[in-house]
């Protein structure tokens, strides 16, 4: 098994930043994309940012030049430095690893979630 540990939710005011940290442990053999979700209240879940294995990255066009998803093979972590802060990225974020070697896809795992509030 997988598990996905996140980290730097929090309350800021708008114009404000926050890092989010995403830990996979456990049963890991490869990974492929990592990437960070969020879901506000009553709101469907969205793609946020995503990063492949070699550093390649995409992300929602409203984050764009606010958000930077990076990643740390050694260690297995996902970051979100989310600087410029709205109140529109009040969300929860949930960390998304997709477990495999390229094309041979071993699953998917996720993180318990981390409140990030943006008051206005």
């Known amino acids: 098994q997988v598990q996905l540990v996140e980290f730097g939710g929090g309350l800021v005011q708008p114009g404000g930043s926050l890092r989010l940290s995403c830990a996979a442990s456990?049963?890991?053999?490869?990974?492929?994309?990592m990437a960070w979700y969020r879901q506000a209240p009553g709101k469907q879940r969205e793609l946020v940012a995503a990063?492949?294995?070699?550093?390649?990255?995409r992300y929602l066009d409203s984050v764009k030049g606010r958000f930077t998803i990076s990643r740390d093979n050694a260690k297995n972590t996902v970051y979100l430095q989310m600087n410029s802060l709205k109140p529109e990225d009040t969300a929860v974020y949930y960390c998304?690893?997709?477990?495999?070697?390229?094309?041979?896809?071993?699953?998917?795992?996720w993180g318990q979630g981390t409140q990030v509030t943006v008051s206005s």
């Open positions: 456990g049963r890991i053999f490869s990974i492929n994309g």
């Open positions: 998304n690893v997709d477990l495999g070697y390229r094309d041979y896809n071993m699953g998917t795992a």
């Open positions: 990063v492949t294995s070699d550093g390649n990255t």
